[in-house]
């Protein structure tokens, strides 16, 4: 499904997450008239992310239940290194706290966000990005609505099992991955920014009573 192997990396403003390959495929938000002919190109990063995610949950229903079968047909054999494709598993599986062979039953929520910042991460040679948190909660609501909440493919309520040793999440072995994360970091810039922009007024502020001799005046009458 992805050759980032072979073509190198598709542009994010492809909106195209996954680097999902360009085929007759009628994907929701897929723009017509392609401009790279390589790789699809979707009208914004919710419905990339939506492809993205379908394609994993047919996967998941063709039998390909774990990250080493997942990413063998991802990112074939044929097109891609066994390097590559061995480095793109323990990625995947250091993002999402899944072992390379344990067994997926369904995708709740949780998985379905990790694995898709994983993969948006080694395909595009990124670290996790705020921007990201909301598309992928857009893309995720669409899928639901899409497949229906009675999909045995989708884990909806902590009832169904989600993998074969117990319920997600596992512990993550780098947990920069995790969505939980990309929204305290949203949070954290937002902050950060505010007080950023805070100081440089005040610096501003300062230059300006100081150009005019204003803190002078004052120390000289202290």
């Given at each position: 499904m992805s050759l980032f192997g072979i073509y190198g990396i598709s542009e994010i403003n492809h909106?195209?997450?996954?680097?999902?390959?360009?085929?007759?495929?009628?994907w929701k938000g897929k723009i017509k008239n392609n401009s790279n002919g390589v790789f699809e190109e979707f009208e914004s990063l919710d419905y990339g992310y939506r492809a993205c995610m379908l394609n994993l949950i047919s996967y998941l229903k063709k039998g390909y239940n774990t990250i080493n079968k997942i990413i063998d047909r991802w990112a074939p054999s044929s097109e891609n290194s066994a390097s590559s494709r061995?480095?793109?598993?323990?990625?995947?599986?250091?993002?999402?706290?899944?072992?390379?062979?344990?067994?997926?039953?369904a995708f709740d929520k949780e998985l379905m966000q990790n694995f898709v910042v994983s993969m948006t991460c080694f395909e595009h040679n990124l670290t996790p990005?705020?921007?990201?948190?909301?598309?992928?909660?857009?893309?995720?609501?669409?899928?639901?609505?899409?497949?229906?909440?009675?999909?045995?493919?989708?884990?909806?309520?902590?009832?169904?099992?989600?993998?074969?040793?117990?319920?997600?999440?596992?512990?993550?072995?780098?947990?920069?991955?995790?969505?939980?994360?990309?929204?305290?970091?949203?949070?954290?810039?937002?902050?950060?920014?505010?007080?950023?922009?805070?100081?440089?007024g005040g610096y501003i502020l300062y230059k300006n009573y100081n150009k005019n001799g204003g803190f002078k005046k004052k120390l000289a009458n202290a």
């Open positions: 909106n195209n997450p996954g680097n999902i390959k360009l085929t007759s495929t009628p061995a480095n793109y598993k323990t990625y995947i599986s250091n993002g999402t706290g899944l072992g390379i062979n344990q067994k997926i039953l990005n705020p921007s990201w948190a909301l598309p992928i909660d857009n893309a995720w609501n669409m899928v639901v609505s899409y497949l229906g909440d009675t999909s045995p493919y989708l884990a909806l309520n902590s009832v169904t099992q989600v993998t074969e040793n117990g319920n997600y999440p596992n512990p993550i072995k780098d947990d920069s991955f995790s969505i939980k994360n990309i929204k305290i970091g949203k949070k954290t810039v937002f902050i950060v920014g505010g007080i950023g922009l805070l100081a440089f």
